[in-house]
């Protein structure tokens, strides 16, 4: 049973940053993509962030290229995001997810088998 438990979420002005953290637990990650998600208030969840476990290679929305960082540490099981510079409209519930069958291409939500309870972020302007 593959689960997953973000922390790191909080209240930051705008400009500041955050680091979320995602332990992965449940089996091996070798070959998933690892994903961060966020849902604002009244809006559809939507993609942020994603890697493959194994390579490395990172996809970004538009929204937060050059702002946020999204990384593994295999010893730890866990994914990060780091977030700098943030804005107001990056305000949401964050959400890790892992897809066991990662496609080709920008990661999408409907890839992915397994969510985390997600983590509220807060900026403040």
């Known amino acids: 049973q593959v689960q997953l438990v973000e922390s790191g979420g909080g209240l930051v002005q705008a400009g500041g940053s955050l680091r979320l953290s995602c332990a992965a637990s449940?089996?091996?990650?070798?070959?998933?993509?690892m994903g961060w998600f966020r849902q604002a208030p009244g809006k559809e969840r939507e993609f942020v962030a994603a890697i493959r476990w194994t390579g490395g290679r990172t996809y970004y929305a538009d929204s937060v290229k050059g702002r946020f960082t999204i990384s593994r540490e295999y010893v730890k099981n866990t994914v990060y995001l780091e977030m700098n510079s943030l804005k107001s409209e990056d305000t949401a519930v964050y959400y890790c997810a892992a897809d066991p069958t990662p496609s080709p291409g920008i990661p999408t939500e409907a890839w992915y088998d397994f969510w985390g309870q997600g983590t509220q972020v807060t900026v403040s302007s």
């Open positions: 449940g089996r091996t990650f070798s070959g998933y993509s």
